[in-house]
T-cell receptor, first 115, second 115 residues
């Protein structure tokens, strides 16, 4: 069975500070890893994903995540956050290549960026 | 190209009534996934459908819940005889293909409140 643990339920941070949102997973098979962002009263939007290849993946808005197989982690980082990054962030995993939308989500981390 | 459309956005039902949640996938998408988000929790997979077929319903409660995705029209998640514990946000996602190389796009969700 697969599972995802997001270690922090809330992360308050000041604008322009760096941030790391932690995600650990457990799986007995190869995994595919995702980070989604949910703005208030919105659906989820894909931020970035790891399928294979380079273990460091980047999004277009400055976030990056690194797949660490030995530590079973996929932490999300941004060197300098903006007020507009305030949202809930979900880490997700899938081990089923042929069910691309079937994901196991963590409980979410609420990122609050303060001026 | 409109995104994944879910309606209604908010639904209030009394205990014992039926709830019908609709999901229109993005144009060209034939794969639909339903998720439930309980308060303070992450999204939990419920069911995966392709046109006229249920592919994976491993996350569906055994009673009162059903889903369909007819040849024409939206996908429907139906909850019969709702109870207070059914109160949650229900999200639908769609993708153009099964495999992990394609992204699943999420709708804005239907927030069901059972009173």
């Amino acid at each position: 069975a697969q599972s995802v643990t997001q270690l922090d339920s809330q992360v308050p941070v000041f604008e322009e500070a760096p941030v790391e949102l932690r995600c650990n997973y457990s799986s007995s098979v190869s995994v595919y890893l995702f980070w989604y962002v949910q703005y208030p009263n919105q659906g989820l939007q894909l931020l970035l994903k790891y399928l294979s290849g380079s273990t460091l993946v980047e999004s277009i808005n400055g976030f990056e995540a690194e797949f660490n197989k030995s530590q079973t982690s996929f932490h999300l980082r941004k060197p300098s956050v903006h007020i507009s990054d305030t949202a809930e962030y979900f880490c997700a995993v899938s081990g089923e290549y042929n069910q691309g939308g079937k994901l196991i989500f963590g409980q979410g981390t609420e990122l609050s960026v303060k001026p | 190209n409109a995104g994944v459309m879910q309606n209604p956005r908010h639904l209030v039902r009394r205990r014992g009534q039926e709830a019908r949640l609709r999901c229109s996938p993005m144009k060209g998408h034939s794969h639909v996934y339903w998720y439930r988000q309980l308060p303070e929790e992450g999204l939990k997979f419920m069911v995966y459908l392709q046109k006229e077929n249920i592919i994976d319903e491993s996350g569906m409660p055994k009673e009162r819940f059903s889903a369909e995705f007819p040849k024409e029209g939206p996908s429907i998640l139906r909850i019969q005889q709702v109870v207070r514990g059914d109160s949650a946000a229900y999200f639908c996602a769609s993708s153009p293909a099964r495999n992990m190389n394609t992204e699943a796009f999420f709708g804005q969700g239907t927030r069901l409140t059972v009173v």
